[in-house]
């Protein structure tokens, strides 16, 4: 579940709008930074990331502090 924290007003079929405050479920998320989403009503469309606010449960940390951590390991060799 993700609560909306602004507004966003669709410009194309396939995206959803949402309005501050709005619950919605994130069906999937994009590395373009849109994420697959799921209202009360039942429509779905994809909406920005940027305009979502994820609950983080208390056992996990902020995803929003998470550093990102390379796949290549650097041991000194060249």
Known sequence: EA???RAFIPTLPDELSVTAG?????LA???????L?????????MVPQECLDRPVA????????AGRTSSL????RR
């Open 37 to 45: 989403c799921v209202n009360g009503r039942g429509e779905q469309g």
């Open 29 to 35: 998320q994009y590395d373009d930074a849109w994420a």
């Open 58 to 65: 208390s056992n996990q940390p902020d995803w929003r502090n």
């Open 22 to 26: 709005e619950r919605i479920r994130m």
């Open 73 to 76: 390991i650097s041991d000194g």
């Open 3 to 5: 609560v909306v924290n």
